[in-house]
């Protein structure tokens, strides 16, 4: 029988204890020690999880801990310099999104993973949700038909990050899910943003993404709203779905409505749509907490030696479009050509 994987985490704060608790239940895990600068996170920890140790440094709890892989759960800027301490200490890393601050840190964690056969992986949460995994089935049924195209919102009232604008925050999230529908990177980015709040940060982003097959994604997000949205609209060229997050039951709603091209007509007035009026379905989903089921994969993917769903190199590719939507802003929302399209592998061999 093998023993539990010894898991390490690396920040307490807003979304470590949720990994916490998540990781802790897995039977084939255990949550072996906590890593917190403040000492108040670390003593609440520890009424939580008594049989866990608490450290204030990193390099103390990979030396005196013998731990199989690190979750990075600290704010983005700490991301790259804390998953190469684990990394080159031969530790399985899984970091939140976005991955880093730049493809280039991106690149550098990927290549000594590989060099290593360690296991990186990226905290796309959103993708580990059963209602996720929904819209791709229908998707992939055909139902939808072609997609044309795409718009996410992700509007709330905060929470302000104090070193990165609103789209590496929110969008991150709506990248990652546009990404895998579409199958591919973009090949334009524009965005425009306005700073309200912070002068120098970007509270309110506006990203369009050009696709082969003339597709198109839009992803609006923002933390100056006053209601708090988490949506999806899916357009295809024979139904349409709408992906609400926020709705406990009904996230998902299929809609029997398209407009048909007529064919060419020798004048106006014969010229006439084709308006298609039919039911709206909402499909049945078993729910479960989508961190669950990221926390369960990390664990099934270090045992089986199998590539992560959500790999470095897919957590590279979101962070290229926030690159570019960083310089789409600068020059006042021209476009910006991504040039390099990445290679994602498709099992561990090819990423090693």
């Keep these: 029988m093998r023993m539990p994987l010894a898991i390490g985490i690396v920040g307490y704060g807003y979304w470590g204890p949720n990994l916490a ?3 802790s239940t897995i039977t084939d895990a255990r949550l072996s020690a906590v890593c917190d600068r403040s000492p108040q996170r ?15 440094d990193l390099g103390e709890m990979l030396n005196e801990v013998k731990l199989d892989a690190v979750v990075i759960a600290t704010p983005l800027k700490s991301h790259h310099a804390l998953a190469m301490a684990c990394l080159l200490a031969g530790k399985h890393v899984l ?13 550098e964690l990927i290549a000594i993973a590989r060099h290593r056969s360690l296991i990186l992986m990226v905290g ?8 996720f995994a929904k819209v791709q089935e229908i998707i992939k049924s055909g139902e939808v038909g072609e997609i044309r195209y795409l718009n996410c919102q992700r509007l709330n009232l905060g929470l302000f990050q104090p070193a990165s604008n609103v789209a590496w925050d929110l969008a991150a999230h709506d990248l990652s899910m546009i ?5 591919e990177s973009p090949l334009v980015v524009n965005c425009q943003g306005n700073a309200h709040v912070n002068p120098d940060i970007e509270d309110v982003t506006n990203i369009s993404m050009s696709f082969t097959r003339n597709r198109f994604a839009t992803v609006q997000s923002s933390w100056i709203e006053p209601k708090k949205v988490r949506q999806m609209t899916l357009i295809g060229n024979r139904k349409m779905i709408i992906y609400d997050d926020l709705e406990p039951h009904e996230k998902i709603r299929i809609y029997d409505v398209r407009v048909d091209f007529p064919p060419h007509d020798d004048s106006f007035e014969e010229f006439q749509y084709a308006y298609h009026y039919g039911d709206c379905h909402i499909p049945h989903i078993e729910h479960y907490e989508p961190i669950a089921n990221m926390c369960r994969h990390f664990i099934t ?5 199998s590539l992560p769903f959500t790999c470095g190199t897919r957590g ?3 962070v290229k479009i926030l690159e570019a939507c960083n310089d789409s ?6 476009p910006v050509y991504l040039k390099d399209q990445c290679f994602v592998p498709t099992s561990l061999a090819e990423a090693g």
């Design 21 to 23: 608790r998540n990781f």
């Design 42 to 56: 670390l003593e609440h920890m520890r009424k939580l999880h008594p049989s866990t140790r608490p450290y204030a």
């Design 95 to 107: 970091i939140e999104k976005p991955m880093a601050s730049s493809s280039r840190e991106c690149e």
């Design 124 to 131: 796309h949460t959103h993708l580990y949700s059963t209602a």
């Design 179 to 183: 990404l895998h529908i579409m199958g």
């Design 301 to 305: 993917c270090i045992k089986n030696r």
């Design 316 to 318: 590279l590719e979101v």
């Design 329 to 334: 802003i600068r020059q006042q929302g021209a």
